[in-house]
């Protein structure tokens, strides 16, 4: 069973802060996209656009319930949260669900390879925002602002682990 879980938009610092906490912690951190590349033999964001976005949260689930097996931070995919299943492996762990400003997000991830903010980046991260908030609520103990500098958000972070 994984310490905690972190849940949350593209650019909520899911990937950054999970480091951050585990060094913190003394354990391991898996990111989900990261195993799922290894599963895949190709990056998350390119498996994505090739296989598309149905056999993509399938192959995500897999990966989530591999990282959940270990003793360890887990980062999770933004959109993991979209199926059924994955909320239901969530439900049973200590899921976090960072968030920040749509501004914030929108600078974290300008200029990465995001495949579903497509070309009007603002409008989609509106969208999954609305879709997803509910979900994210669904499965989070609790919500983590994580605007302003790292180590802010880390001790809120932290706060809320403890």
Not at 5 to 19: E, Q, Y
Not at 27 to 37: F, K
């Given at each position: ?39 895949v ?47 239901d ?36 991260l ?21 605007s ?15």
């Amino acid at each position: 069973m994984a310490r905690v879980v972190l849940v949350g938009l593209p650019g909520a610092g899911k990937s950054t802060l999970a480091r951050a906490l585990a060094e913190r912690l003394g354990c391991a951190v898996l990111d989900t996209d990261e195993v799922l590349a290894r599963r895949v033999a190709t990056p998350a964001a390119t498996y994505l656009r090739d296989a598309g976005e149905e056999r993509f949260r399938a192959a995500e689930v897999e990966a989530l319930v591999e990282a959940l097996d270990a003793d360890a931070v887990v980062a999770t995919g933004a959109g993991v949260v979209t199926r059924a299943d994955a909320r239901d492996l969530l439900a049973g762990e200590r899921t976090l669900w960072l968030d920040a400003p749509d501004a914030t997000l929108l600078e974290r991830v300008a200029g990465g390879d995001r495949p579903l903010l497509g070309e009007h980046p603002a409008a989609a991260l509106a969208r999954l925002r609305a879709e997803r908030s509910p979900l994210y609520r669904a499965v989070a103990s609790a919500v983590v602002d994580t605007s302003g500098p790292l180590d802010e958000a880390l001790e809120r972070l932290s706060e809320a682990v403890s």
